[in-house]
């Protein structure tokens, strides 16, 4: 009997080497210790692997894994829900979503269909009402801000991009964050909000330096806005880069609409002489890419050397094949993006597209807002770029 007792109470002598073990084991793999969560729609989850090493770089952590999936789940008539896979009380959460990502396919009805921006918005108001209100606070990175190109009423059209504001606000997102909207004062339809478009210059530059500084002079490059709207972006890459500035007015025929827009009938130069000089085509974004082509056919015309191009998002809605003609032709040297929107396979087999990752940029950007410092530094690169021109560092 007391034997029984004795075995029944007695502690194995190896019991603490089996238990640090058992901690050593358990420290090796990802932990979620921290108040601090990325929730990440599918639409980013290419990229989220990188920004969960950058951010433990930039936490000082080891192993953490910061991310919370999401299980998306689409019935066969096109409805959905999304499920969340862990526990967001009480954590500062983050929710990125890639709205251009056009990858992502469902079956509806048997048939195969892509994913739209309208179907992207959606996954992101589900993943708000699964958290049902549980964070301590909830910020949105939302690189390619949602209908951002319809900002404004011109007649009887809607106002998708302030009516998406809107609807965010009302779910309870405390924290929108963006990249270079197309016009920042669209953060004025929700004045109460904290709305931040960002503008990410200085890993978009320092590549550009890396790769053209020999031609980085103001007797052999000017930079150019492809309509009035870009001006002011042109004019931030032209003072950065010590650099004159030009601009094209785009004359168009508001008679007609032509696939959703007033078709251009010419482009009217103002600025310096480009002859024989290399141009730099700086916009927020690349779509079919006819606006910049025409753009760099007056330049070529007037003597241009080279014709080099930046965007944030670069999205070729017509295909890839036409900017491979532009370049065998000779209008276009170089094309410079971020992968801030969805880039293929595809994308990245062409050499004459330089794309800039941004998770280290994103990453930055999520451990400096959770740990409440500004975002000045961030988004004025006055210095950095300084160095960079001087020192290439």
Excluded at 45 to 71: C, F, G, P, S, W
Excluded at 273 to 280: A, M
Aim: with cysteine; proline share 4%.
């Amino acid at each position: 009997m007391f034997e029984m007792f004795k075995k029944k109470n007695e502690k194995p002598s190896n019991n603490k080497n089996s238990k640090e073990t058992k901690k050593t084991e358990k420290s090796d793999k990802p932990n979620k210790l921290s108040d601090l969560a990325i929730v990440c729609l599918s639409n980013y989850a290419d990229r989220i692997k990188n920004v969960n090493e950058e951010l433990n770089k930039q936490m000082h952590t080891k192993n953490v894994d910061y991310i919370i999936h999401i299980n998306p789940i689409k019935f066969n008539n096109g409805e959905g829900k999304v499920k969340l896979e862990d526990s967001v009380r009480g954590k500062d959460v983050y929710i990125i979503s890639d709205v251009s990502n056009y990858s992502l396919t469902y079956k509806m009805y048997g048939f195969e269909n892509h994913m739209s921006p309208d179907e992207h918005f959606q996954d992101i108001k589900r993943t708000i009402s699964a958290m049902a209100g549980k964070p301590k606070h909830t910020t949105l990175i939302m690189p390619l801000l949602y209908s951002s190109r319809q900002h404004r009423r011109q007649g009887r059209e809607s106002l998708d991009c302030a009516m998406a504001l809107r609807e965010l606000e009302n779910l309870g997102i405390s924290t929108i964050i963006t990249f270079d909207a197309h016009d920042p004062n669209i953060q004025n339809v929700n004045p109460s909000s904290s709305f931040d478009s960002i503008f990410p210059l200085y890993p978009v530059i320092k590549q550009f330096v890396l790769d053209n500084k020999k031609e980085i002079d103001s007797n052999k490059m000017v930079v150019i806005s492809p309509d009035n709207g870009a001006m002011a972006r042109a004019i931030t890459y032209a003072s950065m880069l010590k650099l004159n500035v030009g601009m094209f007015y785009k004359r168009r025929d508001y008679t007609k609409i032509v696939n959703g827009k007033n078709p251009i009938i010419a482009h009217e130069y103002n600025g310096p002489d480009v002859n024989g000089k290399d141009v730099l085509i700086v916009d927020d974004m690349i779509a079919s890419g006819e606006s910049m082509i025409d753009v760099a056919r007056e330049l070529k015309s007037r003597g241009a050397k080279n014709v080099l191009s930046i965007c944030t998002f670069a999205f070729f809605t017509e295909g890839l094949e036409k900017f491979d003609g532009y370049v065998k032709e000779g209008l276009i040297k170089k094309i410079y993006c971020t992968n801030a929107s969805y880039v293929s396979e595809e994308m990245k087999k062409r050499e004459w597209l330089n794309i800039v990752e941004m998770e280290k940029f994103v990453a930055l950007l999520i451990s400096t807002l959770h740990n409440n410092a500004s975002l000045s530094p961030l988004i004025n690169s006055n210095e950095k770029i300084k160095n960079l021109l001087l020192h290439g560092v």
